[in-house]
T-cell receptor, first 117, second 107 residues
Framework: GAVVSQHPSWVICKSGTSVKIECRSL??????MFWYRQFPKQSLMLMAT?????????EQGVEKDKFLINHASLTLSTLTVTSAHPEDSSFYIC?????????????FGAGTRLSVL | DAKTTQPTSMDCAEGRAANLPCNHS???????VYWYRQIHSQGPQYIIH???NNETNEMASLIITEDRKSSTLILPHATLRDTAVYYC????????FGIGTKLQVIP
């Protein structure tokens, strides 16, 4: 149980285009979902926290207009990188908490590798 | 969230126990200690968590000191597939990842 699916796993796009990444909790309702970004040889950096039906809370330094997060249901959150540029190339990872009794354990997706040309 | 300190890297012989330490001296009374690991180019994987008592599951054991200022993750019989970066997290809601410990299991 507690499976989080992230799609796509790899995406290549041209500079200036927008890319949408989906994060789904397959067998539980996710009360909270998190979005992280990871550059090579670095740790995960939290970008934003989202709760179903409310606006996401962004970490300091993360542009909310560039990284649009929608958490429309208890099983789906999306991250849209708008007008992507090469410096946005990174490994994006989502996670979710929510299964009853799991004490806020985060269950992670497999990640999406974004390459902006 | 509590600040955690871990060694940057460790080696362990295959089949031996891997003991990964973590210092979380600023942890508060209601904050759990969580351990995750990240195998190269994958999303992190939950391993174990605890509050005060020692915990064991099918993956590992977690030993928490009585003052809760530090803990040790124990992989009882390390395999090559346990090579990963291990993260110790102190917190309740938001998880902040540090650098973690890069564990290399050696044949």
């Amino acid at each position: 149980g507690a499976v989080v699916s992230q799609h796509p796993s790899w995406v290549i796009c041209k500079s200036g285009t927008s890319v949408k990444i989906e994060c789904r909790s397959l067998d539980f309702q996710a009360t909270t979902m998190f979005w992280y970004r990871q550059f090579p040889k670095q740790s995960l950096m939290l970008m934003a926290t989202s709760n179903e039906g409310s606006k996401a809370t962004y970490e300091q330094g993360v542009e909310k207009d560039k990284f649009l997060i929608n958490h429309a249901s208890l099983t789906l959150s999306t991250l849209t990188v708008t007008s992507a540029h090469p410096e946005d190339s990174s490994f994006y990872i989502c996670s979710a908490t929510g299964p009853p009794g799991t004490k806020n354990i985060q269950y992670f997706g497999a990640g999406t590798r974004l390459s902006v040309l | 969230d509590a600040k955690t300190t871990q060694p940057t890297s460790m080696d362990c012989a295959e089949g031996r126990a891997a003991n990964l330490p973590c210092n979380h001296s600023t942890i508060s009374g209601n904050e759990y200690v969580y351990w995750y690991r990240q195998i190269h180019s994958q999303g992190p994987q939950y391993i174990i968590h605890g509050l005060k008592n020692n915990e064991t599951n099918e993956m590992a054991s977690l030993i928490i000191t009585e003052d809760r200022k530090s803990s040790t993750l124990i992989l009882p019989h390390a395999t090559l597939r346990d090579t990963a970066v291990y993260y110790c997290i102190g917190g309740y809601q938001k998880v902040t990842f540090g650098i973690g410990t890069k564990l290399q299991v050696i044949p």
